[in-house]
Structure formats: structure tokens, C-alpha cells
């Protein structure tokens, strides 16, 4: 199968009054479909940009991000989103939550087959039981479960994770990134994760992206060949602690700290 | 457990009316100096039928001055909301607006639009009660967070949906917050133009006239029917506040 991602010599800049604020540099990145792929660089370095060329929301100055062989020129219901901040909506149960791009992209889909697909992808991140529950009546990594399922609802070519787990304590986050394993077994999917946590981008990655510091590029990309589900061990393995190590010496080359 | 909710607040009235009339009895006041709790029955026995119309005159130009607050306040919140622009460029006019004592208007549409006593409380309520609604609403639009924008955007949605399925209901309990201090707004626009303009209608007409013939405890019946109705306006916005924005209130645990 082809590249379902293929991010071609992006640069961007932003302006600002004091001329263009440059936040990325030639950047290429290249995601095939079905793979995960996890970026990590310095803060600051325009992963956050990245994520909003990729969903169609910001256009870059120079390059180009194909998605699914067609060149993005705007916002497509083809992509989900999670973030940091879960964002769900108040006023809605969890239910209905998850159902919210289904209303953006199928608004014809009868009430009840929405409903279902809703609740199938609740009941695989766990939160079967929940469907009623309003957001605030849930832990912080319940609503990221919840959050996870509606980037995933409608079937997306591509899941885009912002730092979905920065914010969760670290039992938490384990949990949650063996959800992650679990849902890729059952509900295939492309993914680009932006983390600053290398235990996570090496656990959950197929490919490790690095990026250097403002103005970012590619620096980096490291391949991790382990068939999913992965357990939670592997992170303890010698192959694992090594992978962390180089990742470990790239990002300090990002930052300006070694010389390569 | 519901009973307490009723019985708690009455019972803090009962002891307010109750110290009230024994302070006007060991101080020996007499009626023209404080009128005493016991002797408001009997002035607004005595001029029961006046109370119920003047009453429902003052309630329903409330209403309505306050019903164009919410069209005009939330139109205007929109638009200052949703682009900075004219937020700059509307705010400073707003506050400006605001800050003209309101009953200095009030001879000033009394002079524009001469007779017309419905229409001036009316345009007196609403122009006294819309700029909390406007603030307010401006405020839960431009606060939004961008992320919540994005999970639409990024699907396709246009701005009227992010706005109608996520913007708008997100500032619901702002709006209702800013609701409850223009509802009670609004009576003071009412009673200004009816205290202030001559012949006029209502309950400020009454209490007018009350003043003119130093009925005092008619005064005193007067303030606390405008009490009455103040209350039951408030309630009557908290009531739709618990079934259009009631996910805001946290259950307690």
C-alpha cells in the first residue's frame, strides 16, 4: 500500500509584526497507511502547526501535504482530532458526544446506526456503562477515552493526537496507551501522534519522527518493527532502552545541547 | 427535603418583617415617618384593583423591554464576539453608552416621542438592560477555546455549525448569569420612566401618587409589590435557565 501521508518539502512561517516567524523548515514526513506515527522535538517547535496543515485548517507557504493521493486544500471530513484538553461538550452525554462528527459528515445516517457505532467504540476503549454520563461526572482519563472515540467515529483516513495523554498522570497514561494497542487491533487506523514523552512515541510508533528546534525539519526518523498489540514490557526490554538512548541523543542535538 | 428549600426563605422574611415592625414600635415612628409592616395590608386592600392593573402594566413592558434586550443584546454580543474588529470598535461606545445615569434620559425620550408612555418604558427597560447580555455574550463567544473550533473545522463544518452546535450553546450559562442582572435591571428602565414622566401608568405612577398625597404606607405597599415582582421575574429566568443551560449546574456530590 501506498503513503496515506505525504508531508513533501513543508516550510511555514508566521507573520507577525516583527516579519515572518519561520516555524518549519522543509519538513518531510511520510506516514503509509495503517502505520502510527509519532512526532517528537523541543517545545515550541511547531508540532501544533504541523498537526493544523495536516487537518486542512492552515495552508503552508512552500510544499506540499498529500492525503490519500489528493494534494489538502481544505478542511476534509476524511480526518479526527484529539487533544490535550478532551474538549467534550458539556451539554451532551458521552453518547452523543462520540456522535458529533457523524452529524458534521453523515447527516443522513439514521439516528439509530449512529447510535450504534457510537457505542460499539465506547464499549472497546471501556466505557461501556458511561453512554449516559455527562463529561464532568468522568476522570480525566475516562474523557480521554471518550474524546479518542469520537476522532474515530466517523471512520477517518487519518486520527491526529495532539498530546492526547500530556496531561494524565502516569498509571493513567499506561492504561491508555494500551487502549490505543487495543483499538488498533479492532478498528485499523493511520495516525499521527505529537508527544513530548519518547517512552510513549517508541511504545506506540511505528515510526519515530525527530524534529529539530525552530524552524523545525526532519531530523530524525527511527523504525520500530514490533507487531502490535505491544505489551507494556517491551518499553523494559534492551532494544527498547537503546531506542530511547538515540532518541534520547537526537532530541539534545534538536535542542542545541550536543553537537552532532 | 423540598420543603426547606420553601420554608427557609419564608421564614428569613417572616423575621425581617417581623424586626421591621417591632424597630417602628420601640422607636414610636409615626405613619408619615416609617410605615410599619401592619399597615400595608390594609393600603393595598384599600387599593387592590390599582395594584393588579398598575401591576401587570409595569410586569408586561418589563417583559417586553427586556425580551428586545435579549434579541438585540445577544445580536450584539454576536458580533462582537465572533470578530475583534468590532469589538474594538463597538465596546468603548457600549461603556460609554452605560454610563449615562439612565434617568437623565428619561426627559429626553419623554421630549422624542411625546405621549407615547408604552413605547418610552419600554425603550427605557430595554436600553437599561441590554449591555449585560451584550457583554456577556461577547465575552462566552470569545473565549472560546480554539480546540473545540478545530474538532468541527477540521470535518468540513461551516461557522454557522461550529457556531449553532457548540459556540452558542457553550454560552448559555454566561447568558443566563447576565439574564438575572438585566431582568431586574429592566424594572428599575420601567419604574424610572414611570416615576419621572408626568400622568404616567404603572406601579411607579402609583407609588407617585402615594408620595404627592404622603400615603406612606401606600409608598411602602408599592416598594414591596415591585419587590414581588422583581422575584417572580427572577425565578421565572432561573426556571428557563434549568431547562435550556441546566447541565451547567453541578449536581452536588
Known sequence: ?????????????????????????????????????????????GKSTLTRLIAGLMFPDQGEVWLHGELVKSPRKTVGMAFQNPVLLE?????????????????????????????????LVGLEGFENKRPSELSGGMRQRASLCRALVHKPDIIILDEPFGALDAFTREDLWQTMHQLREKEPFTALLITHDLRESVYLGDQVVVLSGRPATTQYVMQVDIPGPRPLEMLYRPDSIQRLATLRREIQIAQGREVA | MDWKKVAVPLAAVIVLLLLWELLVWAMGWPDYKMASPSDLWPAFLRYQNLFWLYGWQTLWRTVVGLALAVVFGTFLGMIMGLSKLMNDALYPLLVGFNAIPKATVVPVIALMFVGQHDFNTILMAF????FPIAVSVSIGLSTLEP?????????GASRFTVFWKIALPKTLPEFFGALKVAATLAFIGTNLVEIITPHGRGLGHLFQSAQTNSDF????AVLLALAFLGIVLYYAVVALERIFAGWAVRTAQ
Not at chain 1, 19 to 35: A, H, K, M, T
Not at chain 1, 95 to 112: D, G, K, Q
Request: glycine share 6%; with cysteine.
Open chain 1, 1 to 45: 500500500m501506498g503513503n496515506l501521508i505525504d508531508i513533501k518539502g513543508v516550510t511555514h512561517a508566521y507573520k507577525t509584526k516583527s516579519g515572518p516567524f519561520p516555524v518549519l523548515r522543509d519538513l518531510n514526513i511520510s506516514i503509509p497507511e495503517g502505520s502510527f506515527c509519532a512526532v517528537v522535538g523541543p517545545s515550541g517547535c
Open chain 1, 91 to 123: 451539554w451532551r452525554t458521552i453518547l452523543h458526544n462520540v456522535m458529533l462528527p457523524l452529524e458534521i459528515v453523515a447527516p443522513t445516517m439514521p439516528r439509530a446506526q449512529k447510535e450504534a457505532r457510537a457505542r460499539e467504540l465506547l464499549a
Open chain 2, 127 to 130: 436600553m437599561i438592560s441590554f
Open chain 2, 147 to 155: 480546540e473545540y473550533r478545530d474538532i468541527l473545522r477540521s470535518l
Open chain 2, 217 to 220: 404606607p401606600l409608598m411602602f
